[in-house]
């Protein structure tokens, strides 16, 4: 079964920085490209960042483009998004999802069960 | 980026009737869409791809239909498990873009 386990959220400080990271299990990790998607309460997702299988094909939203970091180890079937300069509007329940192909820009399956990042003085 | 409109907002139906849902893009996205169900307090979980692909493990009263600007998610048949929120998602052009939803509810 893919499982997708994301950790690393909680409440930071605006101009804060955190790092969110997703265990992958279940699949072979290196093989897949995978995304960053977010979703503030009763809002639609949005999606973040993407990675390719080899850490290549990275692609980010304007939104974070210059802010947040997305990277992967393929030896610790993990995928990373470090986030920083953090603000407000970047609060959301984040969810790390498996691509359906090598590289990333495709339909997710499985998500993760999401981490909530809060940022607020 | 491409808009991704849902229609309606809300659907109001009785179990067993069928719902249609729908999605349009701003701009084509040929067949390159996904639709994905909700529930309070859970992750998305995939239901079509392609726009009319079943992901593995979804019902067949799920189907999916259209291409380039419009597109219908039908329920045939609603069961009371299918009752939460619907997104589509395009993943023709970056940035990948998601509609705004359709909520389902008992009538």
């Known amino acids: 079964e893919v499982q997708l386990l994301e950790s690393g959220g909680g409440l930071v400080q605006p101009g804060g920085s955190l790092t969110l990271s997703c265990a992958a299990s279940?699949?072979?990790?290196?093989?897949?490209?995978m995304s960053w998607v977010r979703q503030a309460p009763g809002m639609r997702p949005e999606w973040v960042s993407a990675i390719g299988f080899s850490g290549g094909h990275i692609f980010y939203a304007d939104s974070v483009k210059g802010r947040f970091t997305i990277s992967r180890d393929n030896s610790k079937d993990t995928l990373y998004l470090q986030m920083d300069s953090l603000r407000a509007e970047d609060t959301a329940v984040y969810y790390c999802?498996?691509?359906?192909?090598?590289?990333?820009?495709?339909?997710?399956?499985?998500w993760g069960q999401g981490t909530l990042v809060t940022v607020s003085s | 980026e491409v808009v991704m409109t849902q229609s309606p907002a809300t659907l109001s139906v009785s179990p067993g009737d069928r719902a249609t849902l729908s999605c349009r893009a701003s701009e084509s996205v040929s067949s390159d869409l996904g639709w994905y169900q909700q529930k309070p307090g859970q992750a998305p979980r995939l239901l079509i791809y392609d726009a009319s692909t079943r992901a593995t493990g979804i019902p067949a009263r799920f189907s999916g239909s259209g291409s380039g600007t419009d597109f219908t998610l039908t329920i045939s048949s609603l069961q009371s498990e299918d009752f939460a929120v619907y997104y589509c998602q395009q993943y023709d052009v970056w940035p990948l873009t998601f509609g705004g939803g359709t909520k389902v509810e008992i009538k």
């Open positions: 279940g699949f072979t990790f290196n093989n897949y490209g």
């Open positions: 999802a498996k691509d359906s192909r090598a590289v990333g820009g495709h339909w997710f399956d499985p």
